[in-house]
């Protein structure tokens, strides 16, 4: 009798401990890390309650593809070091002649435009370059690409994952997060001229950094954003500077309830585009979404240019540069596209270099909208004190608004972000929002760490 209750009670405690051991081995890693979000991207889960077999570390380019396409929900990859999609396995740097032999850029121009780009011209060479170009883009897409699926948490480990020329598609998807990444831009190395493109042509490329596409459910924070290696002053002039990069966050064709937090986006020029067409109407009632806490250095354009959404940005630090040292020299930070509904509250402005004349226009540009409100944003700028009568440093937006565009804009907000959620404006005053957010945003300030058991790749 006692050997049996001895093996018996052994039993138990063995099944106990397996149970344990099998409880620690499933549960579940943090699908985020800090505070939640806070805007239209509030309820946002991504990976939340992934088992183990459905998380994943990834540190090269091909696991991170197989990861991305693995069939299960919900689901984590968390992205550990370097992943640098615009050099081969051999470190070697990837070219036009990697996806397409015998395109050239320079061939490609002369043979399908007139001398001063204005006028498409018709040759064999130019089929020739047209076809190289269209088959080295398919290529080159594939390659970089990386469709996420619902539920999907994409985060980086530590403080130094980095995604090097990834596109990264949420192409009809809902709930994703994707956090404390270094984004590269990705260059898009088949850049398209189009001579009917303004008045005197332009290049257009495609690729974003996150291409928010009919996807719902979007938090990206603490991310750092950048061209990189790749600034676009070092692309070559051919008709106009080429212009290998496109967005870094474009949210289109409906995408909505998303939120862009805590992020450091610099050194970049079409930056985050909000609706892609003034005649796209179904884009009304979408494309909602809430930027906070991000800090925007030397970003010339689309920060954010806003068609159709309500749109709400708090607590952001926007700095610029103009004059003819500037290598990003800023357009405007804020387009007023049409049908935008802009909410703007206690944000931070600052141009170097600006003078009292064109320190507004910098700011803000009406692009076919007739709105945006303001409560609380501040200025400041080197140089400057006066704009308008008023002094920048203290100044409301609101009153700058009113000064700059009498007669062309309403400054009454036709939506009440808290009516829709919940939000804490942090900081006021310009030396505060900018003092919060240099401590708060980009990569590395989330402890991130993960230990435990993954799925198999």
Not at 13 to 39: E, K, M, N, Q, Y
Request: proline share 3%; with cysteine.
């Amino acid at each position: 009798m006692g050997n049996s209750h001895f093996t018996t009670r052994s039993a138990i405690l063995a099944f106990v401990a397996a149970a344990a051991v099998a409880s620690v081995c499933h549960a579940a890693a943090p699908a985020f890390f800090g505070a939640g979000p806070v805007g239209w991207g509030k309820d946002v889960t991504g990976g939340t309650g992934a088992p183990t077999s459905n998380i994943f570390i990834v540190s090269t380019l091909a696991d991170l593809q197989t990861a991305a396409k693995k069939k299960v929900s919900p689901k984590i990859i968390f992205v550990k070091g370097t992943i640098d999609a615009t050099v081969d396995a051999s470190g070697k740097s990837k070219s036009a002649a990697t996806y397409a032999a015998g395109y050239d850029i320079q061939t490609y121009a002369s043979s399908c435009f007139t001398s001063d780009g204005l006028h498409s011209v018709s040759s064999s060479t130019c089929t020739t370059q047209k076809n190289l170009a269209s088959s080295g883009g398919n290529a080159q897409s594939a390659d970089i690409k990386i469709a996420l699926t619902d539920n999907t948490s994409l985060i980086g480990l530590g403080s130094d994952a980095k995604l090097l020329g990834v596109w990264i598609s949420l192409n009809k998807v809902n709930n994703i997060i994707i956090q404390n990444i270094f984004f590269e831009a990705p260059r898009d190395i088949f850049a398209a001229w189009d001579p009917t493109d303004g008045d005197t042509g332009n290049w257009n490329s495609q690729y974003d950094a996150i291409s928010v596409h009919s996807a719902t459910n979007v938090w990206v924070d603490h991310c750092t954003f950048t061209d990189g290696r790749f600034p676009d002053p070092s692309a070559p002039l051919i008709f106009k500077r080429v212009q290998y990069h496109d967005g870094l966050i474009d949210i289109t064709v409906g995408g909505d309830l998303v939120t862009v937090s805590n992020n450091i986006v610099m050194d970049h020029d079409k930056t985050s585009l909000i609706g892609n067409g003034d005649s796209k109407t179904s884009d009304r009632g979408l494309l909602r979404t809430t930027y906070y806490g991000n800090m925007f250095r030397r970003t010339q354009s689309r920060t954010p240019r806003v068609r159709f959404g309500q749109v709400h940005l708090f607590n952001n630090l926007y700095y610029g540069e103009i004059g003819s040292a500037a290598t990003y020299p800023v357009f405007a930070f804020i387009g007023i596209g049409v049908e935008s509904q802009i909410v703007s509250e206690s944000n931070a402005f600052e141009i170097d270099g600006a003078s009292n004349a064109d320190f507004a226009a910098h700011t803000t540009v009406i692009q076919g909208g007739t709105q945006i409100s303001d409560t609380g944003s501040e200025f400041s700028s080197t140089g400057t004190s006066v704009i308008s009568g008023l002094t920048l440093n203290g100044v409301a937006q609101s009153a700058w608004v009113a000064s700059n565009h009498t007669g062309s804009i309403s400054t009454v907000a036709t939506w009440t972000p808290s009516s829709k959620y919940s939000y804490t404006v942090g900081s006021k005053g310009f030396a505060n929002i900018k003092s919060a957010v240099l401590a708060n945003a980009g990569v590395g300030k989330l402890t991130v760490t993960y230990t435990g058991a993954t799925g198999s790749l």
